[in-house]
């Protein structure tokens, strides 16, 4: 096979690398576009449009939060991330006995072994689900590593020292999580660059295939290539054979990222489900490349045990299917502390989808929890002027368009509205009438933010929207935070 699994190898590397820096660009072009649009001027009304910030529509229904069904919620997801994991890292080890290191014969400690190291994804999945930063994920691959390191010593023959162990243990590791931290370390890339790095492969790909035709031209090089070379030189030759594939590339890559938008709207997938796919996709290239030594282009016949992936979710869609009538939490804050922002609504928000709907009114402060698949083609498509309310008259719609339905894993999506200046208080007046409660983060809130006081004014006149008191109930969670949540209109300040 060559050196094929280099190949690959380097086409995956450069794939991240223009996933992520492109998702860095995108990032900055969407918010930048989102600042343009809410500070607009707001178009002309007529005398209809301007009164119909009073016709709302009806308030939601009665819906309480239950914490007991929450934990309960979270923890089956998290059930099924792990027995998921261990169905693929079983199927791998059985594979990698059966088919490429077949001496000296498939073994039930083996087998076991094996797949116990192949089943190492399953750290960083748990993260996906309860946000970790890079570091808690990687202490935690590093721990579940180090724990496995005895047992594989004691199984293995004499001439297998801890060196080459670990090692192993490196090389098994290294490509999956470079590929995760270069996708979902950075808050700026984390909501767009996996939803790149499938396009970002396929013009890769075909930037290598262009190299590889240029190769074979270096023998006995056609007179056009000569006159090419003769009029532009070697490099820009070279940047030719590297960008003229794109043309044919661009399309499949418009294709791949109409289908991920087309997919994720009709709920074929949800945006947990996708990055933990995705990383497991990664990690099963990973492991077939050294197999190319030993069986050639078989070796990429484990890539099938993929598959269980959609079946888990599958098997266990009924399992995952929270209550019916779930509550609405509406998430305020003061606007410009995104670090702070992002803490909280992970801490908080991301539990609370497993029973309930979130909602707010978008900022730039949250685009990398709330960008989707969805959103990024609109926003490619320069269609993204027609997610933001124009006019007053424009808020029932929008609220109707909402997507309230869980996903297959039984967790809700985040809607929002997008608003400009004309129109985010009548929006807000909608979304306190939809809500059940209010998760409102008054950190540096100061008298000068004339919005928050306006929030707070419609709050304490929402005597139906309750207070959902979480502090006791997870560590990360800020008391102090928690208590500027509205209970009593007394208590809003």
Not at 169 to 183: D, F, H, K, Q, Y
């Amino acid at each position: 096979m060559g050196n094929l699994d280099g190949q690959l190898l380097f086409g995956l590397l450069v794939s991240l690398a223009v996933s992520a820096a492109a998702a860095w660009w995108l990032a900055g072009r969407y918010r930048k576009a989102m600042l343009r649009l809410m500070t607009a001027p707001p178009p002309r009304l007529d005398a209809t449009a301007a009164g119909a910030t009073t016709v709302l529509g009806a308030t939601a229904p009665r819906a309480r939060f239950d914490a007991a069904i929450n934990r309960r919620q979270n923890r089956r997801l998290a059930v099924v991330l792990v027995a998921i994991s261990i169905a693929l890292g079983l199927s791998t080890g059985a594979f990698e006995l059966l088919a490429v290191h077949t001496a000296p014969g498939f073994g039930l400690n083996r087998w076991l072994i094996l797949s116990a190291v192949y089943t190492w994804p399953v750290v960083p999945a748990l993260g996906l689900l309860w946000r970790w930063s890079v570091w808690r994920t990687i202490g935690g691959v590093a721990a579940y590593l180090l724990g496995l390191v005895p047992i594989i010593l004691l199984g293995s023959t004499a001439s297998q020292t801890l060196a080459m162990v670990t090692g192993w243990l490196l090389s098994t590791t290294a490509l999956p999580m470079l590929t995760l931290l270069g996708l979902a370390a950075s808050g700026r890339i984390r909501a767009v660059a996996p939803l790149l790095f499938p396009a970002a492969v396929v013009l890769v790909g075909a930037s290598l295939l262009g190299l590889g035709w240029a190769a074979t031209l270096v023998d006995a090089p056609p007179a056009t290539l000569l006159a090419l070379l003769d009029a532009i030189g070697a490099v820009p030759t070279l940047l030719v054979f590297i960008a003229a594939p794109w043309a044919i590339g661009i399309w499949p890559v418009v294709g791949v990222l109409r289908a991920l938008a087309g997919a994720y709207r009709r709920k074929r997938f949800s945006e947990l489900a996708y990055l933990f796919g995705l990383f497991w996709l990664v990690v099963l290239i990973a492991m077939a490349l050294p197999g190319t030594h030993a069986i050639g282009w078989g070796a990429f016949s484990l890539v099938a045990v993929w598959l269980w992936v959609p079946l888990g979710f599958a098997l266990a869609r009924t399992w995952l299917a929270p209550p019916p009538a779930p509550p609405t939490l509406l998430v305020l804050r003061v606007f410009r502390r995104d670090t702070a922002v992002e803490a909280l609504f992970d801490t908080v928000t991301e539990r609370w989808r497993a029973t309930g709907n979130t909602v707010l009114i978008a900022g730039t402060d949250l685009v990398s929890r709330t960008l989707d698949a969805d959103d990024l083609f609109i926003f490619l498509s320069r269609r993204l002027g027609e997610r933001f309310i124009q006019r007053p008259a424009d808020i029932p719609r929008r609220l109707a368009d909402f997507d309230l339905a869980p996903d297959h894993d039984g967790r809700y999506r985040i809607n929002e509205c997008y608003c400009g200046d004309a129109t985010w208080q009548g929006a807000l007046q909608a979304l306190v009438a939809h809500a059940n409660a209010v998760l409102m983060d008054l950190r540096d809130f100061r008298a000068e933010n004339g919005g928050c006081r306006f929030e707070l004014t419609e709050l304490a006149r929402a005597t139906r929207v309750h207070w959902v008191d979480m502090s006791e109930r997870h560590d990360h969670t800020d008391r102090a935070v928690l208590s500027a949540l509205l209970s009593p209109p007394s208590e809003a300040g």
